[in-house]
């Protein structure tokens, strides 16, 4: 099983950005952590982040054919985005939405996700857990 983990804009920034939101960690440690829980539930992982929403649909459909999962944290373009949206039904790879903080408790702008019409699931404010446990959910469907 191959999985795919997405970052969108300024999660490159992790460690740095608002850390009493996003926390301390680096997006090159989030990295290692991915890396490192792909090897022990036994999957391949392949790591990509962009700022740019042209990018980001770019590597959605590449994975067309490709990929059996998505875990996808699109930042900022969750909350505008209906190119990622239409990318994700495009190739209708089972995706996990994933945010670090508590969208939902945040401002009324961020409780509008686009993407999430094309995930099976969502997980947010489990800070980076979240990731791996999207990858974990991705993983059981995949095994039936
Ligand atoms: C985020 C929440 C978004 O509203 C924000 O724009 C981000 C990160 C999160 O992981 O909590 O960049 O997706």
Known sequence: MKLLVINGPNLNMLGVREPDIYGRTTYADLCRQLEAHAK??????????????????????????????????PGAYTHTSVAILDALKAVAIPAVE???????????????????????????????????????????????
């Open 98 to 144: 994933v945010h670090i903080s508590k969208v939902d408790k945040r401002e009324e702008f961020r409780q509008i996700s686009y993407v999430r019409l094309a995930c099976c699931a969502t997980i947010t404010g489990h800070g980076l857990d979240g990731y791996l446990e999207a990858m974990d959910l991705l993983r059981e469907r995949y095994e039936g």
């Open 40 to 73: 022990n539930i036994g999957v391949q992982v392949e790591l990509y982040q962009s700022n740019h929403e042209g990018d980001l649909v770019d590597k959605i459909q590449e994975a067309y054919g490709q990929i059996d999962g998505i875990v996808i944290n």
